[in-house]
């Protein structure tokens, strides 16, 4: 149980150190675009899969997210990553990313949307 708590911890941090490394500029491009998106959303208060769905809700969460942040974490140089976890562990508010919610409630609304169309006939 000890192992689990550690893990969580860190990716907590890490989706913090991803956070403040997409605003590094000595980050490069490509890692810059993968830690905004994966640190958007997962400081988004709202789930693209909710957790009520049996399954799949739970799958971004547990698999994908933490599988997202080690391809992330791998593109950043390591000392930089290092600085970000150090300073990533001072912050004591978790921020909050209202722009990738925003986005996902979009997606929904999409989502519903395309479901109305298809179901009406088009």
């Known amino acids: 149980m000890r ?3 550690e893990w969580a911890r860190a990716i907590r941090r890490d ?3 991803l956070w403040l490394a997409a605003r590094d500029p000595r980050t490069p491009w490509y890692a810059k675009a993968l830690a905004v998106a994966i640190a958007a959303y997962a400081l988004s208060p709202i789930d693209l899969i ?3 769905i049996p399954v799949l809700g739970l799958l971004d969460e547990a698999i994908l997210l933490p599988l997202a942040i080690l391809l992330a974490v791998r593109l950043i140089p390591a000392r930089q990553m290092a600085e970000h976890r150090l300073a990533a562990t ?3 508010q978790r921020p909050v990313s209202r722009t ?3 986005f996902i409630i979009g997606l929904w609304l999409l989502g519903v949307i395309g479901l109305l169309w ?3 006939g088009g």
């Open 3 to 5: 192992r689990i708590k």
């Open 15 to 17: 989706v913090i150190a």
């Open 50 to 52: 909710p957790d009520f």
């Open 90 to 92: 001072r912050i004591e």
């Open 118 to 120: 298809w179901w009406l």
């Open 100 to 102: 990738a919610a925003a």
